[in-house]
């Protein structure tokens, strides 16, 4: 039996996906965002992986060594990668000789990170809290954003897996985007509680949190899985309002915005009209990105503000 090959050494320098060139040699890092075990025609076995970073995704295939490398690692890892750029159906794979779990690092180098500034758009979710005119409802949405422990989660989240805002900081941007639409609603609309809207616009989003485990992919959590961003974000709204026993009939109607599939008040159609019209955008700035021409697209997502 042939060694396998030796496991790397040292720290290589980062080659990201958008490089990757069909007959080059890659010694790097990425995250697992899938990995299969299937087997071939003649029935050897093989892994079949999705390795990703944020400027996105390449198969990848282990034919040799397939029981030793399949220990080395587990989907959702961060990975260190020895392989071969092939070109298979118009689109490069790797073909990996190599391949070990690390250290996770910092998620941002393995998943898509917000299209806007994070530190501004945190600021600008404080401004748009204290905005709330309503003194309880202020105090619950203040509540709920100065947890220590979920604000930088919170912050990190995606909004969703693979549809709009599918990258690190997505809920955050996401939610600020819907709340300043509601603002602008409720002064078209002076008929609208500008409050609950607010309070609701504000909060639906902030599940994503529980919904979305940190790390290097972006995967759902079991609860994220079965119960969704939206009831999560509920449940964090009633613990806080039992935690500050706010009148039940303020905190009813932003429960029912944030969670209902049929709204039954203005304030929670204006809500989820206002989420469609951002998803709807952002989808729609994505597709865009992804058919233009090489020199006219703004580049992968990173941390820092970029154009979105």
Not at 109 to 129: I, K, N, S
Request: aromatic content about 4%; hydrophobic content about 40%.
């Amino acid at each position: 039996m042939v060694a396998p090959p030796e496991r790397p050494s040292g720290t290589p320098d980062k080659v990201w996906v958008r490089d990757l060139a069909p007959g080059q040699l890659v010694d790097s890092t990425f995250a697992v965002a899938r990995k299969d075990r299937r087997r071939a025609r003649n029935g050897s076995p093989f892994l079949a992986v999705e390795l990703a970073d944020r400027t996105g995704r390449v198969r990848g295939t282990v034919f040799d060594d397939v029981p030793l490398l399949d220990t080395r690692f587990e989907q959702g890892d961060t990975v260190r990668v020895l392989g071969t750029v092939e070109e298979y159906r118009g689109r490069a794979q790797l073909l990996v000789r190599a391949i070990e779990r690390i250290e996770a690092g910092d998620p941002l180098a393995y998943v898509p990170g917000a299209r806007r500034d994070t530190e501004d758009l945190d600021g600008f979710l404080d401004f748009l809290a204290a905005e709330i005119a309503d003194s309880t409802l202020r105090a619950l949405v203040e509540a709920l954003l100065a947890d220590g422990r979920f604000r930088p989660r919170f912050a990190g989240a995606p909004a969703t897996v693979e549809g709009h805002h599918a990258y690190a900081g997505g809920a955050l941007q996401h939610t600020v985007a819907v709340a300043t639409i509601c603002r602008e609603i409720a002064q078209l609309h002076p008929g609208l509680d500008e409050s609950v809207l607010g309070a609701a616009a504000l909060t639906f989003c902030l599940g994503a949190a529980d919904a979305f485990p940190p790390g290097p992919t972006i995967h759902l959590s079991e609860e994220g899985r079965l119960l969704g961003v939206g009831h999560l974000s509920a449940r964090r709204v009633e613990h806080a309002a039992a935690r500050l026993r706010s009148p039940r009939d303020r905190v009813v109607p932003v429960l029912h915005a944030i969670e209902s599939p049929r709204p039954r008040t203005p304030e929670a159609s204006c809500l989820q009209a206002a989420i469609l019209l951002d998803a709807g955008v952002q989808e729609a700035l994505d597709a865009q990105r992804r058919t233009a021409p090489a020199g006219r697209r703004s580049g992968a997502p990173t941390a820092g503000p970029v154009e979105g």
